[in-house]
């Protein structure tokens, strides 16, 4: 999704402290777990249920997820009025459809002449090796269909696991450019998770730890509500330029910053 911009910088960062990553001994990497819990925690009590994904069906998430890529949603939606209208927000729809038509429809959300060919790739592949079923595709086991999935065409991991978690009620976690700068801007990762397959590797990762302690059965529900509450920490503080007055997880932040003087301190 296109990333807000803020303009008011408050944050203060320590250099010298470092986090370590959960590649460190088993005891850290459950206490930065446990602060990401606790971060969770916070910004549900902050913001309250986020209901995602904002659509009607398993069909219409999919679609959400591709046209998001680098879009902001306002967009993604102009492009489903326009989908729904042209009766495209079926797979029926969606096979009748030209590609020249698709993309035509489409365009509100930009790169239409990538994301196209992607959806109707995944419509191929819907058709081929799942004998058209959504429902057939979502009882394949989680590993196997994400290694799928990250094979078609214009879906990278997070369009990979929004698709599993929001379309197909997979228990896996998503990450993005939000949680990143989370991440990063609360030193949960050492070194600072990159904008690559490592670092949005290394997100999934973490937010598991975070979730690992509750019930397996609350898991999807859980990863749902935690990426949906960062997108919301996201834009309404931590942009490009955070502000984080009045930001849920200032304190976090706060305590982060007494740790690092603590250990300056103590040399
Ligand atoms: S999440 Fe909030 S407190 Fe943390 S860096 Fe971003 S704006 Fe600041």
Request: net charge positive; glycine share 6%.
């Amino acid at each position: 999704m296109t990333l807000p911009e803020t303009n008011n910088s408050v944050v203060r960062i320590q250099p010298k402290l470092r986090w370590p990553g959960l590649s460190q001994p088993a005891a850290t990497a459950s206490a930065i777990a446990h602060r990401l819990r606790q971060m969770h925690d916070r910004l549900a009590a902050a913001y309250g249920p986020q209901h995602w994904w904002p659509a009607e069906t398993s069909l219409e998430v999919i679609l959400g997820a591709y046209l998001t890529q680098n879009t902001a949603w306002k967009a993604v939606e102009r492009s489903l009025v326009q989908l729904r209208t042209a009766g495209g927000l079926s797979l029926d729809g969606l096979r009748s459809l030209p590609l020249e038509d698709l993309q035509r429809l489409i365009r509100p959300s930009g790169f239409a002449t990538r994301k196209a060919p992607a959806i109707k790739a995944f419509v191929s592949l819907l058709d081929r090796e799942f004998a058209g079923s959504l429902e057939s595709l979502a009882s394949t086991p989680s590993a196997k269909l994400r290694t799928r999935l990250l094979a078609l065409p214009g879906v990278g991991p997070e369009t990979a696991d929004a698709i599993l978690l929001y379309a197909l009620g997979h228990s896996v976690p998503v990450a993005d450019e939000y949680l990143r700068r989370l991440a990063e801007r609360h030193q949960l990762l050492f070194p600072a998770p990159a904008r690559n397959r490592r670092g949005y590797e290394a997100l999934v990762q973490l937010t598991a730890a975070a979730f690992a302690a509750d019930s397996p059965a609350e898991h999807a529900r859980l990863y749902n509500e935690f990426h949906a509450l960062t997108v919301a920490v996201g834009k309404a503080h931590c942009g490009r330029i955070p502000q984080c007055t009045g930001c849920p997880l200032a304190d976090d932040l706060q305590q982060l910053s007494r740790s690092s003087e603590d250990s300056t301190a103590n040399g």
